[in-house]
């Protein structure tokens, strides 16, 4: 089958690196992205990744291995706003359309 | 200027009624999709339109007709509404294949239209 895990929910403490991992099984793969969303609000764009590797953008990081079908999101330097869901996502064997959204994290950031 | 909007953002009707939802996006993008997010926060794919053509119909129950009467708006119809078909629906848009390169399936969402059914 085709579909995307992540755990459920994370909390870790203001100040500290959490990981959120994200496996996903396609046939096709057309790279993953990471996305965010607080509560009452839209899913915002975090990072993406094409080939193999880490992607740095600021305190947000993104790893893909591809010969594993995984991938994880490292935030750094947690502060209380990065409190909200995140979501891994796949185009799936339906091709670049089928941008499929992973079962969301929610991660809760305690003082 | 909001790069994709979505009208109304709140929506409260009974069942068996008919409403519509209206997306609109000023990025130049080809591709733009509804997605529904249910009470546990899954966000589920419906459909996908590139150019004003449908792609994806994700099985939809045909009580949900989208229209998009260009590539810039994509609009979504309900028709006999169910308890169930409460959620927030998103619209969102995307460069598409044609852009080609690592952002053409980055997707930018509207901030959310909530339908609750009585």
């Known amino acids: 089958g085709q579909s995307l895990e992540q755990p459920s929910e994370v909390t870790a403490v203001e100040g500290a690196i959490v990981q959120i991992n994200c496996t996903y099984q396609?046939?096709?793969?057309?790279?993953l992205s990471w996305y965010q969303q607080h509560d009452g609000g839209a899913p915002t764009f975090l990072s993406y990744n094409a080939l193999d590797g880490l992607e740095e953008t600021g305190r947000f990081s993104s790893f893909l291995s591809r010969s594993d079908s995984y991938g994880y999101l490292l935030l750094q330097e947690l502060q209380m706003k990065d409190s909200a869901s995140y979501f891994c996502a796949v185009p799936l064997s339906g091709g670049y359309q089928k941008v499929t959204f992973g079962t969301g994290t929610k991660l809760q950031v305690i003082p | 200027d909001t790069a994709v909007s979505q009208t109304p953002k709140y929506l409260v009707t009974q069942m068996g009624n008919d409403k519509s939802i209206k997306c609109e996006q000023n990025?130049?993008?080809?591709?733009m999709y509804w997605y529904k997010q249910d009470s546990k926060k899954f966000l589920k794919i419906m459909f996908s339109y590139n150019n004003k053509e449908l792609i994806i119909n994700e099985t939809v129950p045909n009580r949900f007709s989208p229209k998009s009467p260009d590539k810039a708006h994509l609009n979504l119809h309900i028709n006999s509404l169910e308890l169930g078909d409460s959620a927030v629906y998103f619209c969102?848009?995307?460069?598409?294949?044609?852009?080609?390169?690592?952002?053409?399936?980055?997707?930018?969402f509207g901030a959310g239209s909530r339908l609750t059914v009585l």
């Open positions: 969102a848009s995307s460069p598409g294949p044609g852009a080609g390169g690592a952002g053409a399936n980055v997707l930018t």
């Open positions: 990025l130049g993008h080809d591709t």
């Open positions: 396609t046939s096709g793969f057309y790279g």
